[in-house]
């Protein structure tokens, strides 16, 4: 299909505007997807030696919220059905745990949270943390 123009006929298609749109998109899911992956909300302890989480699909994180409901990823477990879970979702797909605890949780749901961890055979656990304020305002300043 061809438009005719004054002198001729134009038979290409201005393809600028939909390279516009296709950027905006691009810049849309660039935002919002890291936002998507968060999960469930915490307030981590912090210590002075932190390092990131990997940003893969090899893992899963199991939260323990301060009123102490446990999240695997963002769905609620619980704490009787946790083992299962686990035997199932970590050791039987060979998948690497992390435990993310709100800081208002008391010790002793955090170890009872680990023994069950431990009874679904996996020996490998990595604990989430937050950087120290401290720590990061020497970052800046470098």
Not at 111 to 120: D, L, N, P, Q, Y
């Amino acid at each position: 299909m061809a438009i005719k123009t004054g002198g001729g006929f134009l038979n290409e298609i201005n393809v600028t505007p939909f390279v516009d749109v296709m950027l905006v998109l691009l810049i849309i899911f660039m935002v919002t997807a890291p936002l998507m992956t968060q999960g469930v909300e915490v307030d981590l302890p912090t210590t002075r030696t932190v390092k990131s989480l990997p940003q893969d699909s090899e893992h899963l994180v199991l939260t323990v919220k301060g009123d102490g409901s446990l999240f695997l990823d963002e769905y609620q477990v619980a704490e009787d059905e946790l083992e299962g879970h686990l035997t199932r979702l970590v050791s039987g797909q060979m998948k690497q745990l992390y435990l993310r605890a709100d800081a208002a949780v008391p010790y002793g749901t955090v170890v009872r949270v680990m023994g069950e961890i431990k009874a679904a055979g996996i020996d490998r656990l990595g604990i989430v943390a937050e950087e120290t304020s401290d720590r990061k305002t020497q970052g800046q300043k470098k």
